[in-house]
């Protein structure tokens, strides 16, 4: 079973960027879809961005579209969250999924079975 871990989360001001990163344990990282899900205190954990299988195709949540970037490299079974102009409502801790079938066919949080640990992130007004 491929294990994600994410790294990249800190403490950041309002308007500024953060680059997250969330690497893969197996080769098989390119035959998935793959996206970015984040949970704030006290709320469910939902989807923020979607990448296909090749990267050539990306899907966002509409709170973070125009700001945030998500990409990938499968020479190192890695993806990456670039978050641009970081808002106090980004602060919540980010987690990477992966998924079969289409990268816009995302499955809820709920029903995936395992997490990785997730990185914090905190925007400070």
């Known amino acids: 079973q491929v294990q994600l871990v994410e790294s990249g989360g800190r403490w950041v001001q309002a308007g500024g960027s953060l680059r997250l990163s969330c690497a893969a344990s197996?080769?098989?990282?390119?035959?998935?879809?793959s996206g970015w899900f984040r949970q704030a205190p006290g709320k469910e954990r939902e989807f923020a961005a979607a990448?296909?299988?090749?990267?050539?195709?990306?899907y966002y949540a509409d709170s973070v579209k125009g700001r945030f970037t998500i990409s990938r490299d499968n020479a190192k079974s890695t993806l990456y969250l670039q978050m641009n102009n970081l808002k106090p409502e980004d602060t919540a801790r980010y987690y990477c999924?992966?998924?079969?079938?289409?990268?816009?066919?995302?499955?809820?949080?709920?029903?995936?079975?395992?997490w990785g640990p997730g990185t914090q992130v905190t925007v400070s007004s």
């Open positions: 990448i296909s299988r090749s990267g050539d195709n990306t």
């Open positions: 999924a992966q998924w079969s079938g289409s990268y816009k066919s995302v499955p809820s949080a709920s029903e995936f079975l395992d």
């Open positions: 197996e080769d098989t990282f390119s035959y998935y879809a």
